[in-house]
Every structure is written in C-alpha cells, then in structure tokens.
C-alpha cells in the first residue's frame, strides 16, 4: 500500500527567506507524485506533479521540486517566500489503475512572518 | 467552465438527521472522488467512482452511502449523522486513465454535526 509522510506539521519562515517542504512515500514502484495548496477556506490546488523524467520539476507560483528515489523523497522549495504563500501544504502519491486513487500526507501549515 | 461544484458551503446537523452533500463537475471526468479531512489528519478517502454505476470503497466509508447515476454528479449521503462526522468534505475528479493530471477539486462543505 502507498503511504505518505509530512514530518513537518507547522512551518514558519520570514518573507523573502527560503522555503523546503518534506516529503516522504512509501511505493514498490515509480510513484506518481503531487503537490496540493490549500488556502483558507478553499479546495485544493495542484501546485506541482511528477510522474518520469526530469527530476526537478517546476510549478505554479515559483514552487518546485525534486525526486529523489534513493531517499523516497520528493520535496518542495521556493527560492522566496511571499506573504501570500502562507497556506497548508499537502504531499500525495498515486498509482495508475484501480482508480487512480491518491493517498495524501497529513499536510503542512506554512505560516510567513512579515 | 464552472469545474467541480459543491453544495451547500456549510451544514450543521443535529445527531441521527440525515442529509445529501451534492457534487457536479463539467470537465466529462469518469473518475470522481469524495475525501473529508480532519485537522492533522490529511485527506482521507470516502469512496470513489470511475464511471456512471460504478462506485467503490475508499479507506474511510462506514456511515456513508454514494450513487453515480450520470457522469456529471456524484453526491455524498450521510445516514444518522454523528458527531465523529463532523468535517470538511471535498469532492475531486480526475480524466480516467490519467493519473498525471492529478484531481480537480470543489471548494469543499463544512459539516458540522451537534
């Protein structure tokens, strides 16, 4: 079964100062990979994906991350933060077939400081 | 293109009441999916559907019953509703076959069972 893992339930940083998000997962194969913002009160937006090749991939809103297979890792940065960019994150996995169901992280709250 | 629609925005209901948490999309998406999430606790999944007549489990389905009688609507029924239903509920779809597009969500209901 897949799973995910966030280790970082809250996340504070300054504006303007750099920005990682952890990600973990556990898959048997190559895993199809997903970023989601939440804002509040709002749905989810896909923020980021990977499913082959290139593994640094960019995003929406200056967001990128990179795949790691070796550390079943599949982080996200930001050069700079903006004041806007405080919101919850979340990590998900997939696979294709039986529903192309995805299994979410337990999220993470960025909060910015001004 | 109106996306994934969502109805109502918020709900309280008292214990052992009854309601429909309505879902339509306009994107002609086979797979569609019902997700609540939890402070700390992520997304979990519902139930799912990959087309008119077919739905199946998710990881989280007892007290909750679905249908899927057209492409466009996928509505969630909550029988005797009780406090440990209280949550955010999100409806998402997805192109079938197409894990890499990742899912186009609603903008959620709050549900608030007392």
């Known amino acids: 079964a897949q799973s995910v893992t966030q280790p970082d339930i809250h996340i504070t940083v300054s504006e303007g100062a750099s920005l990682e998000l952890r990600c973990n997962y556990s898959?048997?194969?190559?895993?199809?990979l997903f970023w989601y913002v939440q804002s509040p009160g709002q749905g989810l937006q896909l923020l980021l994906k990977y499913f082959s090749g290139d593994t640094l991939v960019q995003g929406i809103k200056g967001f990128e991350a990179e795949f790691k297979r070796s550390q079943s890792s599949f982080n996200l940065r930001k050069p700079s933060v903006h004041w806007s960019d405080a919101a919850e994150y979340f990590c998900a996995v997939g696979a294709p077939g039986g529903g192309n169901k995805l299994t979410f992280g337990t999220g993470t709250q960025l909060k910015v400081e001004l | 293109n109106a996306g994934v629609t969502q109805t109502p925005k918020f709900r309280i209901l008292k214990i052992g009441q009854s309601m429909t948490l309505q879902c339509t999309q306009d994107?002609?998406?086979?797979?569609m999916y019902w997700y609540r999430q939890d402070p700390g606790m992520g997304l979990k999944l519902i139930y799912y559907s990959v087309g008119a007549g077919i739905t199946d489990k998710g990881e989280v389905p007892n007290g909750y019953n679905v249908s899927r009688s057209t492409t466009e609507d996928f509505p969630l029924r909550l029988e005797l509703a009780a406090p440990s239903q209280t949550s955010v509920y999100f409806c998402?779809?997805?192109?079938?076959?197409?894990?890499?597009?990742?899912?186009?969500f609603g903008s959620g209901t709050r549900l608030t069972v007392v």
């Open positions: 998402a779809s997805s192109y079938s076959g197409q894990i890499n597009y990742g899912y186009t």
């Open positions: 994107m002609n998406h086979n797979y």
């Open positions: 898959y048997g194969a190559t895993p199809y």
